[in-house]
């Protein structure tokens, strides 16, 4: 029989003891049933296997077919915002908490992978967005975020001015602690706890959600998944400003720039067994289906 995935990449948690031990398993399984095997070098450098493909995480994007992620959401939108640039699947074992990113257990893996092997599964294409940062008309920064870019003051609690256009047409001005843009996929993640509102994975919107607003009148918004979002910084802010991506990868930002946020050329292609659901998940994750008496 034709293999689906001929070449599979293990990326994981360095440092983690329960995601190596599952690396460690799946790179056994993997062998055995002939599969090509590379994994990504921080957590390879820590492994005990002999024979050991070890590579960058560019290079396991561009030889592998598929890329199994062992570890949080944390470290899936790492690895994921490095993927996207490939034309690769992408399926998580869930290593870390509440694990919306990453379907299969750690304690039942063989199984569902071994039905993902043969095509038993789904896949779909998660949209990632663009942060970029522009002084004087000139790019300064960029970078890519699955779940939110975030405009923040460098400290905590410290009020920032900036105003918000879309599609370059003025939409409102605001005094606030920052503004969380997210994509559907992030919708359950920081924007959630920010008061935002829950978008289904397969909309093609973005979320705007102000963080603690000098106003009773300013609700998060939802605009199209394909509107260029630009915040102007006023020029009387005084503290350092940043843009946060995912919540991993800062870009500073100065007093009169400009914060272009839009969405990105690349997608992420996730697979899952064919029993997900998103609501499923929805459901366990968020405690849903708790009984309120």
Partial sequence: MTQLYKTVGLIGKPNHEGAKATIEALHEYLRLNHYH?????????????KNMAIHPLTEVGELADLAIVVGGDGYMLGAAR?????????????????????DLSPNNVIEPLAAILKGESRSE???????????????????SAVNEAVLHAGK??????????????????????GLIVSTPTGSTAYSMSAGGPILAHKLNALSLVPMFPHTLTSRPIVVDGDSEIKLVLANENHENLQVSCDGHV???????????????????????????NYFNVLRSKLSWGNKLY
């Fill in 82 to 102: 490095v993927l996207a640039c490939y034309d690769i699947a992408v399926i998580g074992v869930n290593r870390g908490n509440l694990g919306f990113l990453t």
């Fill in 125 to 143: 294409q998660r949209f990632i967005i663009e942060a970029e940062v522009y002084r004087h008309g000139k790019l300064k920064s960029a970078n």
């Fill in 250 to 276: 800062i870009l500073s930002v100065m007093p009169g720039d400009e914060v272009i946020i839009k969405k990105s050329k690349y997608t992420i292609r996730l697979v899952h067994p064919l029993d997900s």
């Fill in 37 to 49: 095997v590379v994994v990504e070098e921080a957590v390879g450098q820590s492994l005990n296997i």
């Fill in 156 to 177: 905590v609690a410290s009020m920032i001015e900036f105003e918000v256009y879309i599609d370059n047409i003025f939409m409102f001005s605001q005094r606030s602690d």
